[in-house]
Structures are given as structure tokens and as C-alpha cells.
């Protein structure tokens, strides 16, 4: 709850006083922007993402931090509360709700449009109670069977991102004949699977899985490719946030640039990205990344 603790009339020893404020309207996956691409927020509530580990463990941090988001003009915030990096151990599915549920429920009532990051079908349902509306699973191949029952029967939106394998082991399955056409071949038989549970087309949403199960030179051919990924019929969602592919790019004297020394170059991926028709980056940071989205719509008028 916002307070006001130097408010007239109160003193050191008192309890601040609430602030009241008007509340916000439940949102909506039908208010998102149609004339641009959307902007999604990263709000990792962990203590060992890649990038922003262990700055928002607590739940206060993480929903003032999935505010500042909120009020900078994300259009999404996406909550995860287990790191998807390459060997990351597994977090106790208790303890994975532990992290996020309360966060989802906060940014909900204070207007956000929420999306949770999850592999977990439980996590997954009891986030669309807390009003979650997408749900992000990076399962990609390995997705179950819960999962996809979860989705049809919640008409559920569901971002379908191509993975091998998990965490632990993706790094070693980045064998591809033709890196390009067996993604979209794997990704449209993770779609047909959810066609076939009852999943609507205008439910799935695609994202390549940048960094996941590919090499540097392979997240390249991808972002090179994003047409073909939009080609499919279904919304687009372009992951390369800070990502390792980046910083290898940038390196300097022999060493990559660091995480938050590559949100220049994100910015030039969501250019790249919203031009050739994404529908949606997903980012760390919000605020350049919603002005290059912005400059691309502009320019196409």
C-alpha cells in the first residue's frame, strides 16, 4: 500500500497514513497497442538470473521495481520467480510460488497487465487466479501434457518459445541442420500440440528462444529470420534482452560486455524486430526499448 509518512499533523512514532488513490481499471489483453509493438518487462524475483539476480528477492522490492516498469510504459510485466540460465538449478515449486504469487496479485490491482514466467501448470493456474493473463513457458519441446490442458481450458494466452531440454542441458543440443527451419518445424509441432488440446490460434503467441538451445552465431540466423516466425499466423515475441549473444558481440580487450552493458544493443535487436513485425519485445529495460518501438510506428506511417 503507498503511504504517506510526512504527512501534516504525524510524527516520527506514527503510523504513515494510507494514500488513497483511484483505483485502476482490471487490464485487458484487448487495451494492448495495435499500432506498435508491445513492450514487455522482466521482473525476475530470484536471487541468480544472468542478469538482475538477487535485486528483488523480497516481495516489496519486486513490486516496486514491476511499478517503476508499470509507470515508465510496459505494457506487460512478466513475472518469473526461477532462472531459465544456462545450468540454473531447479527452485522448489512451493517456493517458486512463494515468489511470484503475491507479486502478480499487487501489480494486478494496481492496473497492470501481468504475465508469469513458468513451466509449472500449477504455478500457472494459481497465477491466472491471482489475474495473470500469459503465460510464459519456456518449455518449448519438454512442455506437458498439464500445461497444455492448462491453456485450453483457461483460454489462457501462452507464449510457445522454442527449447531443448532444460537448463542443465540445452547448451549441449544445439544441433541443427538448418538452424532456421528446424526451429519453425519444432515450434509449429509444440503448436499443433495445443491446436489439437483446443488452444485458438489468436492464444499463441511464438518466440524463437534466443539464447535457449543455440549458439551465438544461431541466435544471429534467427533475428535474421523473425519474418518467417511472424509468417506462421500467430503474434511474434523477440527475447533478446541482455542476452549472452549480445555481449559477445560487444566485447572489448578480449572480454564481452557485461549484462547491463548491453541494453544499447537490445534496443537495436527491438528495432530490428518491431520492423520486420514482431508483435512484442520482452526487456529489462523499458524506457528505450518503448521509444524504439515507437520510432518504427512512426516511421511506417
Known amino acids: 500500500m503507498d503511504t504517506l509518512a510526512a504527512a501534516p499533523g504525524t510524527g516520527p512514532n506514527t503510523t504513515p497514513l494510507p494514500v488513497l488513490r483511484k483505483p485502476r481499471p482490471r487490464a485487458t489483453f484487448e487495451s494492448l497497442p495495435t499500432d506498435r509493438t508491445v513492450v514487455m518487462g522482466i521482473l525476475n ?3 541468480d538470473s544472468f542478469s538482475d539476480g538477487g535485486q528483488h528477492e523480497s516481495v516489496d522490492s519486486a513490486v516496486a521495481a514491476g511499478l517503476r516498469m508499470f509507470y515508465a510504459g510496459a505494457d506487460i510485466i512478466d513475472v518469473g520467480g526461477e532462472s531459465t540460465r544456462p545450468g540454473a538449478d531447479e527452485v522448489p ?3 517458486e510460488q512463494r515468489r511470484v504469487l503475491p507479486v502478480v496479485e499487487a501489480l494486478v490491482k494496481a492496473g497492470a497487465l501481468v504475465s508469469v514466467d513458468t513451466r509449472r501448470a500449477t504455478t500457472a493456474a494459481k497465477a491466472l487466479d491471482a489475474g495473470a493473463l500469459i503465460i510464459n513457458d519456456v518449455s518449448g519441446l519438454e512442455v506437458s501434457q498439464d500445461m497444455v490442458d492448462l491453456v485450453a481450458d483457461r483460454g489462457a494466452y501462452y507464449v510457445l518459445m522454442h527449447n531443448r531440454g532444460n537448463s542443465r542441458v540445452m ?6 541442420g538448418n538452424v532456421l527451419e528446424d526451429v519453425l518445424a519444432e515450434t509449429v509441432s509444440v503448436r499443433d500440440r495445443l491446436r489439437a488440446a483446443g ?3 489468436e492464444k499463441i503467441i511464438v518466440d524463437p528462444g534466443l539464447g535457449f538451445a543455440k549458439n551465438g552465431e544461431q541466435n544471429w540466423e534467427l533475428v535474421a529470420g523473425i519474418e518467417r516466425f511472424v509468417q506462421l499466423g500467430h503474434r511474434v515475441l ?3 534482452s541482455r542476452k549472452r549473444f549480445l555481449g559477445e ?3 572489448t580487450a578480449g572480454k564481452a ?3 547491463e552493458q548491453r ?3 537490445t534496443a537495436a535487436i527491438t528495432t530490428l524486430a518491431a520492423a520486420k513485425g514482431a508483435w512484442g519485445v520482452r526487456v529489462h529495460d523499458v524506457a528505450p526499448n518503448l521509444d524504439a518501438v515507437k520510432v518504427v510506428a512512426r516511421a511506417r506511417t
Open 238 to 240: 523477440v527475447a533478446a
Open 93 to 95: 515449486e512451493g517456493e
Open 45 to 47: 524475483v530470484t536471487p
Open 199 to 201: 488452444v485458438a490460434d
Open 257 to 259: 560486455a557485461e549484462p
Open 249 to 251: 558481440l560487444l566485447t
Open 171 to 176: 547448451t549441449t543440443l544445439t544441433d541443427y
Open 263 to 265: 541494453d544499447a544493443a
